[in-house]
C-alpha cells in the first residue's frame, strides 16, 4: 500500500522516554489514576508514557482493542533515569499486567511496545503483525498530602437508657505524623422544630495542633472522617394520685409533674423517685 502512495499513519506517541506522553489523573482516597491510549502504528513502534508516583505500590494495566485485536503487548516500568524496575509480557494472552513497589516519589514511565511469540515457523509468530490500539492504566500512591483519617466504631447503637455506649477511634495516617489526633465530639441531635430528641451524633476529626476548637471545618488539617447516630428510648409509667377524704388542699409531686387538684396524672421515666 504505501507502494501505491498510501503514507504511513503518523506515530502517535515518542518512542523515547525524552517527549513521552504525561498521562492525565485523578486523585482519591489518597491514590492516583492515570490513563492513556495509543496505537503502535509498526513492528518498531514504542509508545513512552509518563506519570508521578509516591513511594508505595505501582500498577500497570496495558489492553489491545476489545474487537479482534492484535497487539500482543509488552509493558515496561522505568524510572527516572531509564532503569527497568518491571516488565510483562503474559506467554498465552495479549494484555499485560504488573504491580511494583517504588520507594521514591518522583517521575516514572511506561513503555508499550507489540512483540512476537515462540518460533514462527511452528505455533509462534513475529512481531510483523503485533500492532493495534491499546489503552494504559496506571494507579500509584498520590504525591499530594492527606489529611488524616480515623476508623470510628460504636456498640451498641440503640437501646433502653441508661445505655452504655463503647466508642472507638484508630488513626490511620499515611504519613504517620506524630502531631496528628483523633477528638471525638459529642452532640445531641434536634428535630427541625429545634428540640432536643435524647439522642445524639459522634463526630470523629484529626486536625493540627493549634486549632483544639477545631473551628477549621473545611481546612487541609480538618477531616470529619465519621458519625455515629445513638438512640436511647426510655420507659415511662403513668402515676397518678388521688385524694379522697372531706379536706381540701393541693398535692405536688417532686420532680415537678403533678399539681392535683387540677392535674393528678403524670409520665415518669423508669427508676425516677417521686
Do not use: W
Not at 36 to 59: L, N, Q
Not at 69 to 96: C, F, H, V, Y
Not at 201 to 216: A, I, K, M, N, S
Amino acid at each position: 500500500m504505501q507502494n501505491s502512495g498510501l503514507p504511513l499513519r503518523t506515530d502517535d506517541h515518542a518512542n523515547s522516554a525524552t517527549g513521552a506522553t504525561s498521562m492525565p489523573s485523578s486523585t482519591a482516597g489518597g491514590v492516583t489514576t492515570f490513563s492513556g491510549s495509543g496505537v503502535i502504528e509498526r513492528p518498531t513502534d514504542t509508545d513512552f508514557f509518563s506519570f508521578t508516583a509516591g513511594s508505595g505500590s505501582v500498577t500497570v494495566n496495558v489492553s489491545p482493542a476489545p474487537r479482534g485485536p492484535k497487539l500482543d503487548i509488552q509493558a515496561t516500568l522505568r524510572n527516572s533515569a531509564g532503569t527497568i524496575l518491571a516488565s510483562s509480557n503474559p506467554t498465552e494472552s495479549l494484555p499485560a499486567a504488573q504491580t511494583f513497589s517504588v520507594t521514591t516519589a518522583g517521575t516514572y514511565y511506561v513503555s508499550v511496545d507489540g512483540i512476537g511469540k515462540g518460533d514462527p515457523l511452528t505455533t509462534g509468530y513475529t512481531d510483523y503483525g503485533s500492532v493495534g490500539q491499546y489503552v494504559v492504566s496506571v494507579t500509584s500512591q498520590s504525591t499530594v498530602s492527606q489529611p488524616p483519617t480515623a476508623v470510628l466504631s460504636a456498640t451498641p447503637t440503640s437501646g433502653t437508657a441508661p445505655l452504655t455506649v463503647n466508642f472507638s477511634a484508630a488513626r490511620l495516617d499515611r504519613r504517620r505524623r506524630p502531631d496528628r489526633f483523633v477528638r471525638l465530639e459529642f452532640r445531641r441531635r434536634r428535630q427541625p422544630d429545634r428540640r432536643h430528641d435524647g439522642a445524639a451524633h459522634l463526630f470523629v476529626g484529626g486536625h493540627l495542633p493549634g486549632e483544639p476548637d477545631g473551628h477549621r471545618q473545611h481546612g487541609p488539617d480538618r477531616h470529619q472522617v465519621g458519625e455515629h447516630l445513638v438512640t436511647a428510648t426510655t420507659t415511662t409509667y403513668a402515676l397518678t394520685v388521688g385524694k379522697s377524704g372531706t379536706g381540701g388542699g393541693t398535692v405536688t409531686s417532686s420532680p415537678a409533674g403533678i399539681n392535683c387538684g387540677a392535674d393528678c396524672t403524670e409520665n415518669y421515666t423508669s427508676g425516677t423517685s417521686a
